[in-house]
């Protein structure tokens, strides 16, 4: 526990699961901290450990050196920030509420047409784990405001600059949670396949874990064929061998009364691959049919 004093005051705004974390890491890390909930009851857990609680969301963002928000949604974050643009104004925002990579951007032009330097946070954790060894923190917007936050930043999680365009924390979250989202479809079709006969989805799990743990490390290898965009011939399995192994499992969910929505999408791709003329191209080629044209 870090109890060195004088390092300035930050200000909370939204005590919710992860707002709380996050004002308890920092108040336990040394620094003194506001804190302001659209219901005031939630502040007074936070009083008693030492925060001091704004009434207002005016009286908040006057106190602290760092505005830290943690609200519901951009929605939230604008109908509460705007109506004290001014007294934000010369200051240093973070906003750590989870919203699309154009909405940051458009928070971001809206701060500084208000002399409000921003800097935008993408969580990649849990309130659990804010302070504790995995949490990661992504951060894109004012580089100088970074340098500035970036101690008492560092305090809930590994902190990494993303770049000058306040939207890319956000794109680079939304990006990963896809690919989290789609690894744990995946399980879960698997599971609902071997549920068919017998198999309890927790040994479906382990297989699961133990597979892709042995395949995922060649998302590098996919990868270096992307960046070198040569697709044809496939460095790997092209898309005349691969389509009909996706067709094949499409065949097995069905057979065992399991719906293939979820991997119907990855066979449309291939499809339109093979349809023009492209089947002796490398099957990660569907990355270049993602792009809406
Ligand atoms: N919890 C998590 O695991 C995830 C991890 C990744 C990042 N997210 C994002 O963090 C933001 C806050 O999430 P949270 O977990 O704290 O969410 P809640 O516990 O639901 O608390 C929401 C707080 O927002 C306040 N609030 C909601 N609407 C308004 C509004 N219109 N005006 C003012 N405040 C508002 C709410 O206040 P109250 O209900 O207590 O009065 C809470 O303080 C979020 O973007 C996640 O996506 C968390």
Same mark, same amino acid.
């Given at each position: 526990k870090d109890t060195t004093m004088s390092k300035g005051t930050i200000s909370i705004l939204g005590l919710g699961a992860m707002g709380s974390a996050i004002a308890a890491r920092l108040r336990e890390t040394g620094y003194t901290t506001t804190v302001w909930n659209r219901t005031p009851a939630k502040t007074e857990p936070h009083v008693k450990a030492g925060a001091t609680a704004a009434a207002t969301v005016s009286e908040a963002v006057q106190a602290g050196d760092i505005t830290l928000a943690v609200l519901l949604d951009h929605a939230s974050i604008h109908q509460n920030l705007e109506p004290v643009a001014a007294e934000l104004k010369g200051k240093i925002l973070v906003n750590l509420t989870t919203t699309t990579p154009n909405e940051a951007r458009a928070t971001a032009a809206w701060a500084a047409e208000h002399g409000i330097t921003y800097l935008d946070g993408a969580i990649m954790?849990? =309130?659990?784990?804010?302070?504790? =060894?995995g949490s990661r923190l992504l951060y894109s917007g004012d580089e100088n405001a970074y340098a500035i936050a970036k101690p008492a930043l560092e305090t809930l999680g590994t902190a990494e600059f993303e770049g000058t365009d306040a939207g890319i924390a956000e794109l680079k979250d939304m990006a990963l949670l896809t690919a989290m989202y789609q690894m744990f479809g995946g399980m879960l079709q698997a599971a609902a396949m071997m549920r068919t006969v017998g198999v309890p989805a927790t040994q479906t799990a382990k297989d699961v874990i133990d597979w892709l743990s042995a395949v995922l490390p060649l998302s590098g290898d996919f990868a270096a064929v992307v960046e070198s965009g040569r697709y044809d011939p496939a460095p790997g399995q092209d898309v005349n061998f691969t389509r009909p192994a996706v067709a094949s499992l499409i065949t097995a969910s069905r057979e065992q009364g399991i719906s293939a929505d979820l991997l119907e999408p990855t066979k449309k791709l291939l499809d339109e691959l093979a349809a023009t003329g492209r089947g002796t191209a490398d099957w990660v080629s569907i990355i270049e049919q993602l792009t809406i044209r």
């Open positions: 954790a849990v =309130p659990q784990m804010i302070g504790r =060894p």
